[in-house]
């Protein structure tokens, strides 16, 4: 195996043994380091169509709470009062895979591994979720407070098989392991969606800026 974990594949296929890093693909004598592709340019590939792809096996990682995130707009008390109000927040959580590279909503990648999964699990994966709704919240004198939200989360782990029509990089098949983590259906595992406000004490310029004609004795909104 080469410093990058590429092992590749060669006109017959073998055996694909599992590694733990690196790109994979079998093959019955090693290659120069030239003459493979990076994980990068295989993906690429797969995502634009050019290289017949698949998600092979794929493994269902178990479900869990993802971290919380701001989600609203924040709500400022200058007044010397509780100051109570609706606010409106919307979330979007995507997917990502192991190099953290964005796997978007729609394209060749998302829809592969939806297919691999449906095939697999009988229901469906999706890259992307997203949610809005309202809540009430009341703030402090001064304190700031905004809405936060966390997403069930799940990892699926699968390989790639890309095949060329013509050989590419001196082959017709080359595989490369991944692990996408993307929002999962609230319940899974188990698990579910949280939605809070949480508070904190204004710093001492964020004071300082209560003082002005403009804001003195008010609760106001800044934008996220």
């Known amino acids: 195996m080469t410093t990058t974990g590429m092992i590749r594949h060669g006109s017959r296929l073998l055996a694909l043994s599992t590694v733990s890093m690196g790109l994979v693909a079998a093959m019955a004598l090693p290659a120069a380091a030239e003459d493979q592709p990076t994980r990068e340019q295989l993906i690429a ?21 993802g971290d919380f995130h701001q989600v609203s707009n924040s709500l400022y008390n200058c007044s010397t009062s509780d100051a109570t109000q609706s606010m409106s927040w919307s979330d979007t959580v995507g997917s990502t895979d192991s190099a953290g590279v964005s796997v978007t909503a729609g394209g060749n990648i998302a829809g592969l ?36 939200r966390a997403q069930v989360m799940q990892s699926v782990s699968g390989t790639w098989q890309t095949h060329y029509d013509s050989q590419k990089w001196g082959h017709y098949f080359w595989y490369v392991p991944d692990t996408v983590t993307g929002p999962a259906p609230n319940g899974t595992d188990g698990q579910s969606n949280a939605v809070t406000v949480k508070t904190r004490k204004m710093t ?15 609760a106001f909104v800044v934008k996220r």
């Open 113 to 148: 591994i939806d297919l691999s999964v449906t095939a697999s699990y009988n229901h469906t994966w999706s890259s992307s979720h997203t949610e809005d709704s309202s809540l009430n919240m009341t703030v402090k004198p001064g304190e700031v407070g905004w809405i936060s």
């Open 45 to 65: 590939d797969c995502a634009s169509g050019e290289g017949k792809c698949s998600f092979n096996e794929p493994t269902l990682g178990k479900a869990y709470l």
């Open 204 to 218: 001492s310029a964020e004071k300082k800026s209560c003082s002005a004609d403009a804001k003195k004795g008010q």
